[in-house]
């Protein structure tokens, strides 16, 4: 079974400043899919970033980054000109090829951002 | 822009009692998904929904639980007793041939 761990349970950025959350699963297919997704208090779960396994390109959404390290099997997320609205519980999550598609999620980083 | 919704946004009940929460996906999509998140954990799938049937399920999504879409456009979980431990928000999702998910912003479910 696929797992995820991000490892830090709360981090803390300055605003206008660069944080990057880290992520790590343990797999053994190939083709797969990672995602972040950004939970405010309200709780509704918004995809922030996308990466396909097999494209070697990192993929970047504006003030957003991943840095995907296949082999290391690492996905983490960087987050440039921290602003006050990115303050939010991060999901690190993973998709595989099985019948149901369905996600498995890390434990989650809670980002504050200090003004 | 297309959303998934899902109502209630809160609903309470006693233990024991039936809940039946409801999704409407975005009409183009596929797939369907329930997951649940217990205050303060990760989000935990529940089961997966295609073509009428269930495709995936946890070990999470026992006899109690059961999904539906009755007519086309809602796709419901019941559970049909619930405990005290199935507190938790409950997030459906629907997505389309491609691989992203879109969430609804979940119901929150409060055993008592």
């Known amino acids: 079974a696929q797992t995820v761990t991000q490892s830090q349970p709360e981090m803390s950025v300055q605003e206008a400043e660069t944080v990057t959350l880290s992520c790590t699963y343990d797999?053994?297919?190939?083709?797969?899919?990672l995602f972040w997704y950004k939970q405010p208090p309200s709780r509704q779960m918004i995809l922030v970033i996308r990466?396909?396994?097999?494209?070697?390109q990192n993929a970047t959404e504006n003030r957003f980054s991943v840095n995907f390290q296949k082999a290391a099997k690492s996905f983490s997320l960087k987050i440039s000109d921290s602003q006050l609205g990115d303050a939010a519980m991060y999901f690190c999550?993973?998709?595989?090829?099985?019948?149901?598609?369905?996600?498995?999620f890390g434990g989650g980083t809670r980002l504050m951002v200090k003004p | 822009e297309p959303e998934v919704t899902q109502t209630p946004s809160h609903q309470v009940t006693q233990m024991g009692q039936e809940v039946i929460l409801r999704c409407v996906p975005i009409s183009n999509h596929l797939y369907f998904y329930w997951y649940r998140q217990i205050l303060g954990q990760k989000v935990e799938f529940l089961v997966s929904?295609?073509?009428?049937?269930?495709?995936?399920k946890s070990e999470i999504f026992d006899d109690q639980f059961s999904v539906e879409r009755p007519d086309g456009s809602n796709f419901t979980l019941k559970i049909r007793s619930t405990k005290l431990e199935d507190s938790a928000m409950y997030f459906c999702?629907?997505?389309?041939?491609?691989?992203?998910?879109?969430f609804g912003p979940g119901t929150r479910l409060t055993v008592t």
């Open positions: 999702a629907s997505r389309p041939l491609s691989y992203e998910q879109y």
């Open positions: 990466q396909e396994a097999y494209k070697q």
């Open positions: 929904f295609y073509n009428n049937e269930i495709s995936e």
């Open positions: 797999t053994s297919e190939s083709d797969y899919y």
């Open positions: 999550a993973y998709r595989g090829n099985n019948a149901g598609n369905m996600l498995t």
